[in-house]
């Protein structure tokens, strides 16, 4: 049995990891497009290393796109395999995916009027909105915690990890030549938090782990501050300023926990009277099919729900839908909360509001999550004088700040704390994806101290039988 680690080696994005058994099955652990590498980005995501026809089978981790965006790809150029995730990973894949297709049709349409004023052949897209809605017929849900064979030698099984809504550990099972051979693949791992969803769960036992490494060098600010950092930023933009505070967010889990938090600031009463605009159909389609699985939910947001039966809504709270409306906050001046898609604020509306407002110093940008090295997103929080945004300059006169305890990847504690599940001895091998190599190699070290011993860090496109 062979992996191939084709994507997220040693870097952050483009999450794909392919095992082959040795009777020639084919099974793909996530199908993650790369983002944010400036103009390699096209040509990695076309560069899939295998041939999509020979897949026999995909299992998503979660949908975040640099873990599914390149499913309707592969479709395109002619999967017909299955594709296996939790069914909230399926609810949300359906939007996202959906939203991702529409974006890149738009994308192209603008790039292919550049080429034609260059005298250039026009490009088509990656995939199209209806590539993306010809992939779900592929997808079959599954439980958490429920074993399912998806061979006769073959079995999954979902623990969820926290991440996101329907976010998994996939746990595999393969019995081959007498031999049983267990694999983890953590994908994401959520935080040790009480936010929204529940804590990552216990998984089984394995003798290869796949895992996530994103934070694998730092601790998070504590989580108990978050929501006072946050009113802070509203009184200190929106009631002393008399500006805008612009939080870019992710519009699946990041952007529902700031809605979370300004709706308990709402109910303490010491939320000042600002409008808060959620500034993106995906963040609102995402929030509807949140509130349709309560059972990924922990213990307090159900409390809270006993007195609030809508965690997601509260007078002055509006979700926006039109491209007319989005703009029409540009020329409303008066001090309102956006909070709008992408979170590394590479495409989407939010890239747009900061073009307009990124160089009035009453306004602030607020970072609540991770933005790969290459990203706007990363150049603005790390304290550039001027961006290029829309091929424009502009120098950089807004407040920028952070909140670093809201991201939805665990810490270095958190993910030792994640493996305390594990007999270590057990352990064949731990091989570390999805974040920077320096990265990688500090918590590798920390592993070794905790006691893990046969830590490894593939490169992309390695091949390691095991």
């Known amino acids: 049995m062979k992996i191939e680690f084709l994507g997220a080696a040693k870097e952050v994005t483009g999450s794909k990891h392919l095992i082959t058994t040795n009777n020639g099955k084919k099974i793909l652990l996530d199908c993650g497009m790369f ?3 400036g103009l390699d980005t096209d040509a990695d995501n076309r560069d899939l290393g295998f041939d999509p026809k020979e897949i026999d089978f995909l299992i998503l981790s979660h949908p975040h796109i640099d873990h599914s965006g390149l ?11 299955t594709i296996f995730c939790t069914p909230a990973t399926r609810d949300l894949c359906s939007i996202m995916l959906a939203d991702s297709g529409n974006i890149q049709e738009l994308d192209t349409a603008t790039f292919n ?3 034609a004023r260059q005298g250039l052949e026009p490009v088509e897209p990656i995939f199209t909105l209806a590539d993306a809605q010809e992939a779900m017929q592929f997808f079959i849900s599954i439980p958490y915690e429920r074993e399912f064979f998806i061979d006769p030698n073959i079995s999954i099984k979902f623990t969820d990890n926290g991440h996101i809504l329907g976010s998994a550990t996939v746990n595999l099972v393969i019995k081959e030549e007498g031999k049983v051979t267990r694999i983890a693949f953590t994908g994401d791992i959520g935080r040790y938090s009480k936010r929204i969803l529940k804590e990552p769960q216990a998984f089984p036992q394995a003798d ?14 504590p989580i108990d501050k978050s929501e006072e950092q946050l009113l802070r930023a509203v009184i200190d933009t929106c009631c002393k300023k008399k500006g805008k ?13 700031i809605i979370y938090a300004l709706d308990k600031l709402t109910q303490r009463e010491v939320l000042p009277d600002v409008d808060v605009y959620v500034d993106s159909p995906l963040s609102l389609n995402a929030t509807n099919i949140l509130r349709l699985h309560t059972e990924c939910f922990n213990d307090e947001i159900k409390e809270y729900m006993k007195i609030d039966k809508d965690p997601f809504g509260f007078d002055r709270l509006h979700y926006i839908r039109s491209t007319e409306e989005s703009k029409a906050l ?11 898609a992408s979170g590394m604020m590479e495409a989407g509306r939010v890239k747009h509001h900061i073009a307009n407002n990124i160089e009035n110093p009453s306004t602030t940008i607020l970072g609540v999550g991770y ?18 945004i829309f091929g424009i300059v502009h120098r950089v006169k807004a407040e920028i700040r952070t909140i670093d305890s809201y991201s939805a990847h665990a ?43 046969r830590i490894y860090i593939p490169s992309k496109k390695e091949t390691i039988e095991i």
């Open 208 to 221: 290869y782990i796949i895992m996530e490494s994103t934070y694998g060098d730092r601790l998070h600010e």
């Open 411 to 453: 810490d270095y504690e958190e993910m030792l704390k994640f493996l305390e599940c594990q007999q270590k001895s057990e352990i064949k091998k731990i091989f570390l994806v999805h974040g920077e190599e320096e990265t990688q190699i500090a918590f590798s070290e920390k592993l070794n101290k905790s006691g893990y011993d």
């Open 371 to 388: 933005c790969a090295p290459t990203t706007l997103g990363n150049k603005i929080l790390r304290g550039d004088s001027s961006v290029s």
């Open 35 to 37: 983002q944010g590498k």
């Open 245 to 257: 505070l612009i939080i870019p967010a992710f519009a699946i889990g990041r952007a529902q926990e």
């Open 113 to 115: 009027k550049k080429r």
């Open 71 to 81: 499913i309707p790809y592969i479709v395109k150029l002619g999967f017909n395999g």
């Open 330 to 340: 540009n020329s409303n001046h008066r001090p309102m909360i956006i909070i709008s």
